[in-house]
């Protein structure tokens, strides 16, 4: 069965430091691509990037390109998301999903990223 | 960037009617690369339909996907108490890799 088990909540202050994981397993990591997905109530759910951990290929949406980065470690089956410098708009669920074919079809429980003085 | 847009916002509909969501895009979607999914409050999204019209696995044949194009359709052909929640559309371009999604449709209990 596929798995993808991401770490648990965080609570931020602006200007910090911050690495995501999201851990999988039930099939072989390094030959899906896996994307991470943000959702808040004002924008809905965005899609971020991609990572093919085979080669770290990775592809970012416009929107967040230079805001975060994405990453992989093969040896861990886990994938990364992660800000130099977080701002009180980063506050979200983030999502890492699996990709094939086009679409998603599994997906983390969510991380929920709390950025706030 | 392909612009997904979902009608109705919300849907009033009582158990056993039948509920049609729709997804337009603002460019045709290359490969019929349309994808649906379920979401209920404090879960993650869940994948109905892929490729358009293609149930995922265990996904109720209440459930249908249909459309080409620019124009795509979720149909619950009737409503049973666990439907009631918020649809998604989303669609994945090729090149360059980019994927949108709609802003969502919630059904609600009349």
């Known amino acids: 069965e596929v798995q993808l088990v991401q770490s648990g909540a965080e609570v931020k202050k602006p200007g910090e430091s911050l690495k995501i994981s999201c851990q999988a397993s039930?099939?072989?990591?390094?030959?899906?691509?896996i994307a991470w997905v943000r959702q808040t109530p004002e924008k809905g759910l965005e899609w971020i990037g991609i990572?093919?951990?085979?080669?770290?290929?990775?592809r970012y949406s416009p929107s967040f390109k230079g805001q975060v980065a994405i990453s992989a470690d093969e040896s861990l089956s886990t994938a990364y998301l992660q800000w130099s410098s977080l701002k009180a708009s980063d506050t979200a669920m983030y999502y890492c999903?699996?990709?094939?074919?086009?679409?998603?079809?599994?997906w983390g429980q969510g991380t929920l990223v709390t950025v706030s003085s | 960037e392909n612009v997904l847009t979902q009608s109705p916002g919300t849907l009033s509909l009582s158990p056993g009617e039948r509920a049609t969501l729709s997804c337009r895009a603002s460019?045709?979607?290359?490969?019929?690369?349309l994808a649906w999914y379920q979401q209920k409050h404090g879960q993650a999204p869940r994948l109905l339909i892929y490729?358009?019209?293609s149930r995922a696995t265990g996904i109720p044949d209440r459930f249908s996907g249909s459309g080409s194009g620019t124009d795509f359709t979720l149909t619950i052909s009737s409503l049973e108490a666990e439907d009631f929640a918020v649809y998604y559309c989303?669609?994945?371009?090729?090149?360059?890799?980019?994927?949108?999604f709609g802003p969502g449709t919630k059904v609600e209990v009349k």
């Open positions: 999903v699996r990709h094939y074919a086009g679409f998603f079809a599994a």
């Open positions: 490729g358009a019209s």
């Open positions: 989303l669609q994945y371009d090729t090149s360059p890799q980019e994927f949108t």
């Open positions: 039930g099939y072989t990591f390094r030959t899906y691509w």
């Open positions: 460019q045709s979607v290359s490969g019929n690369f």
């Open positions: 990572i093919l951990p085979a080669d770290s290929d990775t």
